[in-house]
């Protein structure tokens, strides 16, 4: 109704104009017994809602029109170019703009030939908006908020480059990926590297389910986690990479969700399993293991799965008694000088010594019955010096120690023995 009124308006101001004959001649295509429907639609194009049909028709006989000019360069004659820049849409190259607009009227705005995502679907096939997973725009049919439908400087028409576009709508990765310092290299490159920007049968428009999609460039984990004998399970697990890692930005390397030990305490908080509450063992026991004390949980452990018991990075010894050789405490000589279970005699190898006897020789380097050295320390952490053990598991059994440390030396009160002292400058006589 009211855009009628609007043409009713425009023939009052042409008549008023003195302009009869040429506004009854324009009038004449829209008469009630030709054109008429033209001008019932919401949207109507200018020279139309204007009768000035001969902007783009010249009359050659009766009721014989021709374009003057065709294609493009007729709208151009009013209209910008709109094939200017690097990628322009195909309609647009092919000078054929009446394949998206109606060049008189239209129930949609810009005299579109069909609403939103339904005229890109008149060319485009329709399988963006089936996905489970469907990016916003998309699914609200809004194809213009990230595609130009006519020419930019940007390959698929975008109406910014690479991660600049994404960045329009998710400005908060945008602060985030500027605050962070260990950034994922797909992201720094572009955002489509793992997300599809229409949708897919996955969470989050990614290209893949994870891990697979991580492992399409963490080949080498693909292969290390097939391999391993004990895998770590959250490896495993429905999160899977996502439990450990952000894939996005984080101030701590490799893209860790926390730093050293805090990530590893995230989860081993509480008893797992047979694994008991780690965060609890160490909040209790503040004598701590060197790589504990610095946080650094993976020196021993593999946190994507190891051959070794306890995803240990090599082999520790998990008896309380093994027959001696270098190989079996490969974790631990891993920094400790294997020399030390070797020299029968020393002065300078340890300060567990009773003047010049090696008390860890005397201990460990015994066949069949070398203790080892969950014996007697405590691989996390304890509450007497060295991490010793308050107490040494003997199958469903464990004994107490006490130990005493001194200037220069201790002694040792355990169920394996009776009290026997060890003195670096004067070497003690036991029993």
């Known amino acids: 109704m009211k855009s009628k009124l609007v043409v009713l308006v425009a023939v009052a101001v042409f008549l008023a104009a003195g302009w009869t004959s040429m506004a009854c001649a324009d009038q004449s295509c829209v008469a009630k017994e030709c054109h008429a429907k033209l001008l019932d639609n919401k949207y109507v194009h200018g020279p139309v809602g204007a009768f000035e049909c001969q902007m783009c028709h010249v009359k050659i006989g009766d009721h014989k029109f021709k374009f003057d000019i065709e294609g493009a360069d007729l709208c151009y004659e009013c209209h910008d170019k709109k094939d200017t820049e690097a990628f322009v849409h195909g309609p647009i190259a092919a000078g054929d703009c009446t394949g998206c607009h109606s060049p008189h009227s239209s129930p949609y705005k810009f005299q579109l030939l069909g609403d939103g995502q339904n005229l890109c679907f008149r060319c485009h096939e329709n399988n963006k908006t089936n996905q489970k997973f469907v990016h916003g725009p998309v699914a609200a049919g809004d194809c213009i908020a990230c595609h130009d439908p006519h020419t930019t400087p940007n390959k698929y028409q975008l109406i910014a480059p690479g991660n600049d576009l994404c960045f329009t709508c998710h400005v908060d990765k945008k602060d985030e990926f500027a605050a962070g310092k260990s950034i994922h290299p797909p992201v720094a490159d572009r955002c489509t590297n793992c997300h599809n920007a229409h949708g897919t049968p996955h969470k989050y428009q990614l290209s893949g389910s994870v891990p697979d999609l991580c492992f399409g460039c963490h080949v080498d984990k693909q292969e290390q986690i097939s391999k391993v004998k004990v895998p770590h399970k959250p490896v495993l697990d429905g999160t899977s990479c996502m439990g450990c890692h952000t894939p996005h930005v984080t101030n701590d390397k490799p893209l860790l969700k926390a730093g050293g030990s805090d990530l590893c305490l995230m989860c081993h908080d ?46 520790f010894p998990p008896e309380f008694y093994a027959p001696y050789s270098t190989d079996k405490y490969a974790l631990c000589f891993g920094c400790h000088n294997k020399e030390i279970s070797i020299d029968e005699f020393t002065t300078t190898l340890t300060g567990f010594r009773n003047g010049d006897k090696n008390m860890h020789f005397v201990h460990v380097n015994k066949s069949p019955k070398g203790r080892t050295c969950r014996a007697c320390h405590e691989v996390h952490a304890g509450t007497q010096g060295k991490h010793v053990r308050e107490k040494v598991p003997f199958g469903k059994l464990s004994y107490p120690i006490r130990f005493t440390k001194n200037e220069n030396g201790g002694s040792c009160v355990v169920g394996c023995h009776v009290e026997r002292g060890y003195d670096r400058v004067k070497p003690v006589q036991n029993r």
């Open 270 to 315: 509480t008893q797992i399993g047979t694994v008991s509450n780690m965060k609890g063992w160490l909040d209790a026991n503040p004598d701590k293991h060197g790589p504990v004390k610095n946080g650094d949980c993976a020196s021993c452990h593999n946190p994507h799965g190891a051959d070794y018991y306890r995803i240990l990075v090599n082999y």
